[in-house]
């Protein structure tokens, strides 16, 4: 079973900045893509921005020109660096990852916003 570890989650002050970490170990087979999501209460999981295999990238309107997204898929690791952040980014991150079999799941990691 692919299990996904996640760092670098907490608190910071509105226009701030975090790096969130995700790596997976077990049996990963040939990544498509790695993405992180948001969930926050009261609203469905959606997808902030996603790295597939060939470096392309996906980002959400809120995460554009603000968010960086990066990794190394031969080390199955994808990393999110936030800049700019505002309350409304406040929320848990997850990680997930799909490859040819499956996709899996991080447990998440808090952001939390202040002003």
């Known amino acids: 079973q692919v299990q996904l570890l996640e760092s670098g989650g907490g608190s910071v002050e509105a226009g701030g900045s975090l790096t969130l970490s995700c790596t997976a170990s077990?049996?990963?087979?040939?990544?498509?893509?790695m993405g992180w999501y948001r969930q926050t209460p009261g609203k469905e999981r959606e997808l902030v921005a996603q790295?597939?295999?060939?470096?392309?990238?996906y980002y959400s309107d809120s995460a554009k020109d603000r968010f960086t997204i990066s990794g190394d898929m031969t080390k199955n690791s994808v990393s999110l660096q936030m800049r700019g952040l505002n309350v409304e980014d406040t929320g848990i991150y997850s990680c997930?990852?799909?490859?040819?079999?499956?996709?899996?799941w991080g447990q998440g990691t808090q952001v939390t916003v202040t002003t």
């Open positions: 077990g049996p990963v087979f040939s990544i498509n893509n």
């Open positions: 790295l597939f295999r060939g470096d392309s990238t």
């Open positions: 997930n990852l799909q490859d040819l079999r499956d996709s899996s």
